[in-house]
């Protein structure tokens, strides 16, 4: 039997706990339900003793930066302040772990210190929504994006929370089947499983709603016009605006088009419906502004890379 893989959790002061246990548990369930050692874990933390997360609960670690432990995967976890903590010891750590060739990720605000360390230059990212126009500002070279989490690029971010339990059971299915991560997420009684595709939609339409009102306004318009879709022109004169400003403002705010947003809100509807409704893909369709099938298995596809059909096979 294989040796399990070793996952190194760098532990940054102010960590979130949530993001923490998300983490942790879908390892520990994967032992369980296996009934093998698939994976083992270790943290550590910067003085070696100890980890305080951003709820005042502490957390022992095994060990400091200058024991760090053989590791087939690292994941840096942090949480507010995470600016603060972005110490010469710990970028000096990751970089040697690095020029060793070990993978290096990152969790909730971990992708700042990444990026901090000049490893998400050209590459697609994740971080909790409540960071984006500050990484956008500080890092224009990273390509950020509103994913839940990216596990196809050299490093792996997730944007924290239960985005973090997404990014496990993915990696779960990665390494074991998607029969295991199945049985790993029933044993957590979580049946909302995202996949990368996934926005953090809800975080950033509160953020940007207090921000500017014509954005959520817009976004609210689009809402309530799901089943039949409006055009930007339409929303515009909605709002008592131009179009023109329609799209500076999403494209300021949001990093795309009035037209796209949309379309990705229609299709985020329609893959909650196939996951969780009984309805058929074509009345899927028409519930999500689709008049014609094909053209809505088309754009699916290109969207989560299954069709429709396949998206509801998966659950099966």
Same mark, same amino acid.
């Given at each position: 039997?294989?040796?399990? $893989?070793?996952?190194?959790?760098?532990?940054?002061?102010?960590?979130?706990?949530?993001?923490?246990?998300?983490?942790?548990?879908?390892?520990?369930?994967?032992?369980?339900?296996?009934?093998?050692?698939?994976?083992?874990?270790?943290?550590? $933390?910067? *003085? %070696?003793?100890?980890?305080?997360?951003?709820?005042?609960?502490?957390?022992?670690?095994?060990?400091?930066?200058?024991?760090?432990?053989?590791?087939?995967?690292?994941?840096?976890?942090?949480?507010?302040?995470?600016?603060?903590?972005?110490?010469?010891?710990?970028?000096?750590?990751?970089?040697?772990?690095?020029?060793? %060739?070990?993978?290096?990720?990152? /969790?909730?605000?971990?992708?700042?210190? /990444?990026?901090?360390?000049?490893? /998400? &230059?050209?590459?697609?990212?994740?971080?909790?929504?409540?960071?984006? #126009?500050?990484?956008?500002?500080?890092?224009? #070279?990273? &390509?950020?994006?509103?994913?839940?989490?990216?596990?196809?690029?050299?490093?792996?971010?997730?944007?924290?929370?239960?985005?973090?339990?997404?990014?496990?059971? *993915?990696?779960?299915?990665? #390494?074991?089947?998607?029969?295991?991560?199945?049985?790993?997420?029933?044993?957590?009684?979580? &049946?909302?499983?995202?996949?990368?595709?996934?926005?953090?939609?809800?975080?950033?339409?509160?953020?940007?709603?207090?921000?500017?009102?014509?954005?959520?306004?817009?976004?609210?318009?689009?809402?309530?016009?799901?089943?039949?879709?409006?055009?930007?022109?339409?929303?515009?004169?909605?709002?008592?605006?131009?179009?023109?400003?329609?799209?500076?403002?999403?494209?300021?705010?949001?990093?795309?088009?009035?037209?796209?947003?949309?379309?990705?809100?229609?299709?985020?509807?329609?893959?909650?419906? /196939?996951?969780?409704?009984?309805?058929?893909?074509?009345?899927?369709?028409?519930?999500? %502004?689709?008049?014609?099938?094909?053209?809505?298995?088309?754009?699916?596809?290109?969207?989560?890379?299954?069709?429709?059909?396949?998206?509801?096979?998966?659950?099966?």
């Amino acid at each position: 039997m294989p040796d399990p $893989s070793h996952i190194t959790f760098i532990l940054i002061e102010e960590f979130s706990h949530l993001a923490f246990s998300c983490a942790v548990e879908p390892l520990r369930i994967a032992n369980l339900v296996s009934g093998q050692d698939l994976y083992s874990w270790s943290f550590v $933390s910067e *003085h %070696g003793e100890h980890a305080v997360c951003s709820n005042g609960s502490v957390t022992l670690v095994h060990g400091g930066f200058d024991s760090l432990p053989k590791s087939d995967q690292i994941f840096v976890l942090s949480g507010i302040h995470m600016r603060n903590h972005a110490s010469k010891p710990l970028l000096a750590l990751l970089r040697r772990e690095r020029a060793r %060739g070990t993978a290096i990720g990152a /969790l909730c605000s971990g992708a700042w210190l /990444l990026a901090e360390a000049g490893f /998400l &230059n050209e590459m697609q990212a994740a971080i909790h929504w409540e960071y984006h #126009d500050a990484f956008t500002e500080a890092f224009p #070279d990273v &390509n950020l994006v509103r994913s839940v989490f990216v596990a196809d690029e050299k490093h792996i971010t997730a944007s924290g929370g239960t985005a973090t339990a997404d990014l496990m059971l *993915h990696l779960i299915e990665r #390494d074991h089947g998607v029969a295991l991560a199945m049985d790993v997420a029933d044993q957590m009684v979580y &049946n909302a499983v995202r996949n990368a595709t996934a926005k953090q939609r809800v975080s950033l339409q509160s953020r940007n709603g207090m921000r500017n009102i014509h954005l959520a306004k817009a976004i609210e318009v689009m809402r309530n016009n799901i089943e039949t879709p409006v055009s930007p022109s339409a929303i515009a004169d909605e709002l008592g605006i131009s179009t023109r400003q329609l799209e500076r403002l999403f494209g300021k705010y949001l990093n795309t088009s009035p037209k796209k947003y949309f379309m990705e809100m229609r299709l985020e509807r329609a893959q909650k419906l /196939l996951l969780q409704t009984e309805a058929s893909v074509t009345e899927v369709a028409m519930a999500c %502004g689709f008049e014609n099938p094909g053209h809505f298995s088309r754009v699916f596809r290109l969207s989560f890379g299954v069709t429709p059909h396949a998206q509801r096979n998966k659950i099966d």
